[in-house]
């Protein structure tokens, strides 16, 4: 089965700039769409990044996605960081067998 | 304003039936997928399965076909989750959630609801 893989966290500091991976577990993440959701604690999932890279409207320009074919892997990238930006984050993509797929989430960590 | 709103969470006894409603607004319902998607406590999101825009098509998780039956009622913009042989492991948040519009299928979410809560106990 297709599986996505993110680290379980990461940590930086406000103003400074992560990134957060997302791998396919086989063929091309490059073939589907990769979205991107952020959760805070108690609530629920917003969407951060959607089509591997588009933000929908009032999310600010320091998120960013991107792909990298000879990884595999899916990126979000969030600059300038804030507290407000401290949650979990989930990439999600579709596999072969027209199921949706989540990574098991990072969470982010502003300190 | 786009807005989904669930209900219909309660508890209910191991091998119990369920059926979840999704009430949808501020967008044309009928040209859009939509999704149900839960989160286990302390877990992570797990999608259950997804409708296309006309209802001829449904796709379900492995850990719930046979068992969960996703509808929607376009004529009063309302989705529905019936679960039939409820497990303990079944106990989650459930999200509805607004997929892409018509024709595509498989783009993801992009608007969410608020969540109602299963719980399958004894």
């Known amino acids: 089965n297709f599986m996505l893989t993110q680290p379980h966290s990461v940590s930086e500091s406000p103003g400074k700039t992560v990134t957060i991976s997302c791998t396919g577990s086989s063929g091309s993440i490059a073939s589907n769409y990769v979205q991107w959701y952020q959760q805070r604690p108690g609530s629920a999932p917003t969407t951060v990044i959607y089509?591997?890279?588009?933000?929908p409207s009032g999310v600010p320009d320091r998120f960013s996605g991107s792909i990298d074919s000879s990884s595999n892997s899916a990126s979000l990238t969030i600059s300038g960081l804030k507290t407000e930006d401290e949650a979990d984050y989930y990439c999600?993509?579709?596999?072969?067998?027209?199921?949706?797929?989540f990574g098991g989430g990072t969470k982010l960590t502003v300190l | 304003e786009v807005q989904l709103v669930e209900s219909g969470g309660v508890v209910v006894q191991p091998g119990g039936s369920l059926t979840l409603s999704c009430a949808a607004s501020g967008f044309t319902f009928d040209d859009y997928t939509m999704h149900w998607v839960r989160q286990a406590p302390g877990k992570g999101l797990e999608w259950v399965s997804l409708?296309?825009?006309?209802?001829?098509?449904?796709y379900y998780a492995d850990s719930v076909k046979g068992r969960f039956t996703i509808s929607r009622d376009n004529s009063k913009n309302s989705l529905y989750l019936q679960m039939n042989s409820l497990r303990t492991e079944d106990t989650a948040f459930y999200y509805c959630?607004?997929?892409?519009?018509?024709?595509?299928?498989?783009?993801?979410?992009?608007?969410w609801g608020q969540g109602t809560t299963v719980t399958v106990s004894s």
């Open positions: 089509e591997d890279n588009l933000r």
């Open positions: 959630a607004k997929g892409p519009e018509r024709p595509a299928i498989f783009h993801g979410m992009d608007v």
């Open positions: 409708i296309s825009w006309d209802g001829d098509s449904t």
């Open positions: 999600q993509s579709y596999d072969s067998n027209n199921h949706e797929v």
